[in-house]
């Protein structure tokens, strides 16, 4: 597995409920490198993040890997089977009351990071 891949699988590990559900897959074509990322439907809201935010980092940190390799490195994160859950009919997101938000959240994998 290259470092790039290697990055991407512990960093979404770090940060998700279901490590051993992270899956990342590498391609090489006349555009570089594109990094396919598969997790747990459950965990995508935490890889995606409010607004994005958490993705578009990943991608920024991915990018700085690849620079220091001189390799053009994208992200790819799967939508899971199923698709996108329902719409919050004309909601906005941040007039909606999120589920995950009253739920506990595990942070034993990162709480050591030391950040």
Do not use: C, H, W
Not at 19 to 37: C, F, N, Q
Not at 84 to 94: N, V
């Amino acid at each position: 597995m290259e470092a790039d891949q290697q990055f991407v699988e512990m960093l979404v590990k770090a940060i998700v409920n279901n490590p051993d559900k992270v899956k990342t897959s590498r391609i090489i074509d006349e555009r570089g490198v594109l990094i396919s990322l598969d997790v747990d439907p459950s965990d995508m809201g935490y890889v995606i993040g409010r607004s994005g935010q958490t993705a578009r980092s990943i991608r920024t940190l991915l990018k700085i890997v690849g620079a220091k390799n001189n390799a053009r490195v994208n992200l790819k994160i799967n939508e899971p089977e199923g698709g996108r859950g329902p719409r919050m009919g004309g909601m906005g997101m941040a007039q909606a009351t999120p589920v995950a938000a009253s739920m506990p959240v595990d942070t034993s994998a990162v709480d050591d990071l030391g950040i």
